[in-house]
């Protein structure tokens, strides 16, 4: 019995034998594989970790400058903060509140800079119109229409359908085109909701062009 017990462990250690020549280099591969894999995830874990940490403390530094009212400064943080961490949502929030003191400052080609870069680089869509929208801001008051109405256009998004409407209304009317002026404003008033009070200023424009716009509750009753 226990010779034939030694030739069965024998020929198991045979099969296993031709097995792992057949396959260990591959087993060998797989294993491997699945370990860098993994050691990759976490080594990626703490890379953006590490990043976004980074990325906030030099956010922290941008905000107080810009508490300070130091445009100066904001602007250099900024500067380092796009190109060490553009990738960050703090690159981009850092990118707006540079852009807003700057321009408060009486520095508008750097808000400008700011704002594009924001509108180009942002990740969220919601950063990009935000970004555009002051861009079409700053570009008007500037007088450069056409400039505005472009970036007004590359807007993302539908839910700031009615913001782009309303600026658009801006531009046109500093361009003298009032027809234009009045249909776009009409337009925002339309799309906006009866619960923002920012509608009422679209209201008041349009007032102003000789066309107020029938209240939602005026066009209830009259069964409009």
């Given at each position: 019995?226990?010779?034939?017990?030694?030739?069965?462990?024998?020929?198991?250690?045979?099969?296993?034998?031709?097995?792992w020549k057949q396959y260990?280099?591959?087993i060998t591969w797989v294993i491997t594989a699945c370990l860098l894999g993994f050691a990759g995830w976490n080594a990626w874990g703490w890379y953006q970790r590490d990043q976004a940490t980074q990325a906030s403390?030099?956010?922290d530094e941008l905000d107080k400058a810009a508490s300070a009212g130091d445009a100066d400064k904001v602007g250099r943080v900024f500067g380092d903060l796009k190109q060490r961490f553009g990738g960050t949502a703090y690159a981009q929030q850092g990118g707006l509140l540079a852009a807003?003191?700057?321009?408060?400052?009486?520095?508008?080609?750097?808000a400008k800079a700011s704002l594009g870069w924001v509108a180009e680089n942002a990740t969220e869509d919601e950063y990009?119109?935000?970004?555009?929208?002051?861009?079409?801001?700053?570009?008007?008051?500037?007088?450069?229409?056409?400039p505005a109405l472009k970036a007004l256009d590359a807007v993302p998004g539908k839910e700031?359908?009615?913001?782009?409407?309303?600026?658009?209304?801006?531009?046109?009317?500093?361009?003298g085109k009032k027809d234009e002026a009045r249909a776009?404003?009409?337009?925002?008033?339309?799309?906006?909701s009866e619960k923002q009070d920012y509608r009422r200023l679209i209201e008041a424009k349009l007032t102003a062009l000789g066309a107020p716009p029938a209240t939602d509750a005026a066009a209830a009753g009259t069964g409009k």
């Open positions: 019995m226990a010779n034939t017990l030694d030739l069965q462990e024998q020929e198991q250690l045979d099969e296993l034998k031709a097995f260990g280099n591959l403390a030099m956010f807003r003191l700057q321009y408060e400052k009486g520095q508008p080609d750097a990009r119109a935000i970004a555009r929208l002051r861009l079409a801001g700053v570009l008007l008051d500037a007088k450069q229409f056409e700031f359908a009615a913001l782009v409407a309303d600026r658009r209304g801006d531009v046109l009317l500093a361009q776009s404003y009409q337009s925002a008033f339309k799309a906006m």
